[in-house]
């Protein structure tokens, strides 16, 4: 199957500070990226799918201004938790998809600390 | 009512046994089924897609009844190996074929 990466794999971060995720499809050019976020023993939950070479769409109470993706190029997608806060510890996952891929390839995810 | 409901479990299973998972999901509009498996502290794989005849990947069965808006997921002669989440997961094609999860059922396979 498709390979995705993501980088780092896990990060700890002081408050206020920002941190920065990267996706990357090794193997094929991802038109869409999607970015989920999972909390302990809970599902994921889709934050916002980019378009290679446009905005973003963030799902409804995810702040656009707080997380920014950039999808500049069709194997690199990256998300910026801006001043992180504790209650933004997560586990970070994107996933990828081609044109011609019914599905989604996942990468490791990223786990964020904010201390 | 959530898009997609399981059963959280979890589910104690001693080795061997046949483990059956049950999913419901809302929108009469879905196309595309799924059911991943994620374990601990890792990202979701891809277990198997689901089709409307059913299908079969060596232990693992997969149904789909649309009438009732209902997959199911069975799994024989479980492994220790089997232990994990499994996630119900809907595409819609309309939306931006954007995957609807499931919270996941947890399994526990035991010696």
């Known amino acids: 199957g498709a390979v995705v990466s993501q980088h780092p794999s896990r990060v700890i971060c002081k408050s206020g500070t920002s941190v920065k995720i990267e996706c990357r499809s090794l193997d094929f050019q991802a038109t869409t990226m999607f970015w989920y976020r999972q909390f302990p023993k809970q599902s994921l939950m889709l934050m916002a799918t980019?378009?290679?070479?446009?905005?973003?769409?963030?799902e409804q109470g995810v702040e656009k201004d707080k997380f920014l993706i950039n999808h500049a190029s069709l194997t690199l997608s990256t998300l910026t938790v801006t001043s992180a806060h504790p209650e933004d510890s997560s586990f970070y996952i994107c996933?990828?998809?081609?044109?011609?891929?019914?599905?989604?390839?996942f990468g490791p995810g990223t786990r964020l600390t904010v201390t | 009512r959530k898009e997609v409901e399981q059963d959280p479990g979890p589910f104690n299973v001693p080795e061997g046994a046949t483990v059956a998972f049950n999913c419901t999901y809302s929108n009469s509009a879905s196309q595309s089924f799924f059911w991943y498996r994620q374990d601990c502290r890792k990202e979701p794989k891809l277990l198997m897609s689901?089709?409307?005849?059913?299908n079969e990947d060596g232990r693992f069965t997969a149904q789909l009844n649309r009438a009732s808006q209902y997959i199911s997921l069975l799994i024989r002669d479980s492994k220790l190996s089997d232990s994990a989440t499994y996630l119900c997961v809907v595409n819609y094609a309309g939306n931006n074929r954007k995957l609807i999860w499931g919270l996941g059922t947890s399994l526990a396979v035991n010696p």
């Open positions: 980019s378009n290679e070479g446009s905005k973003a769409t963030y």
């Open positions: 689901v089709y409307s005849s059913g």
């Open positions: 996933s990828a998809r081609g044109l011609d891929i019914n599905e989604q390839y």
